[in-house]
């Protein structure tokens, strides 16, 4: 199996540039997660899908879109690159919500220069 | 508004000996609570969680945690700690909702 497939690993953008982070799940998982990871700030979420057609934003939506329309693959787009967009992104997936466990993938490292 | 704190950014311990990672959390009702582990240039691995019932959970490699409702906490701990324990380590909190909220995160240094 393989989980949760994140493209590309690494990136460096110009600021300003455009991108689109690709995730992609295998498990048939309804729940899909994009999380970012800056140093000492743990991860914050910044959007999440319950299901296909459906998105919503999390704490840190600004500067991002996402879309899902299908089970399998939750992107995520940044339109015109910041520095303070930096970061490692994280795309997860679960089942459902609750005590349901997070699948996630291996991380996309992004640099904006 | 659900929340989670780790008040230590890192904890050291030498290895055969027990440790502790502190969390406690803020939400309203019952929470599920997580543990999940992430390794050097890895995505986060999930290593254990409560939901209802006893509140000492074990889980992956040895680990467990305690639930305590009073002190609002979910301690990890282990009895004896490995090098290979050496890692971050994040406690997450969720209520009956989509969220799953995570702390800052706690790096574990285990020393030979």
């Given at each position: ?42 991860l ?34 940044l339109?015109?690159?910041?520095p ?30 | ?13 030498a290895?055969g ?11 309203s ?79 574990l240094?285990?020393?030979?």
């Amino acid at each position: 199996n393989a989980g949760v497939t994140q493209t590309p690993k690494f990136r460096i953008l110009k600021i300003g540039q455009s991108m689109t982070l690709q995730c992609t799940q295998d498990m048939n998982h309804n729940y899909m997660y994009w999380y970012r990871q800056d140093p000492g700030m743990g991860l914050k979420l910044i959007y999440y899908s319950v299901g296909a057609g459906i998105t919503d934003k999390g704490e840190v939506p600004n500067g991002y879109n996402v879309s899902r329309s299908t089970t399998e693959d939750f992107p995520l787009r940044l339109e015109l690159a910041a520095p303070s967009q930096t970061s490692v992104y994280f795309c997860a997936s679960s089942g459902a919500a609750g005590a349901n466990v997070l699948t996630f993938g291996a991380g996309s490292r992004l640099t904006v220069l | 508004a659900q929340s989670v704190a780790q008040p230590e950014d890192q904890v050291n311990v030498a290895e055969g000996n027990p440790l502790t990672v502190k969390c406690t959390y803020s939400v309203s009702g019952n929470p599920y609570l997580f543990w999940y582990v992430q390794y050097p240039n890895r995505g986060l691995q999930f290593l254990l969680k409560y939901i209802t019932g006893d509140n000492l959970v074990k889980g992956s490699y040895g680990f467990e945690a305690e639930f305590n409702k009073s002190q609002t906490s979910f301690h990890l701990k282990k009895p004896s700690a490995l090098v290979s324990d050496s890692a971050l380590y994040f406690c997450a909190v969720r209520r009956n909702t989509d969220k799953l909220i995570f702390g800052t995160g706690t790096r574990l240094q285990v020393f030979p």
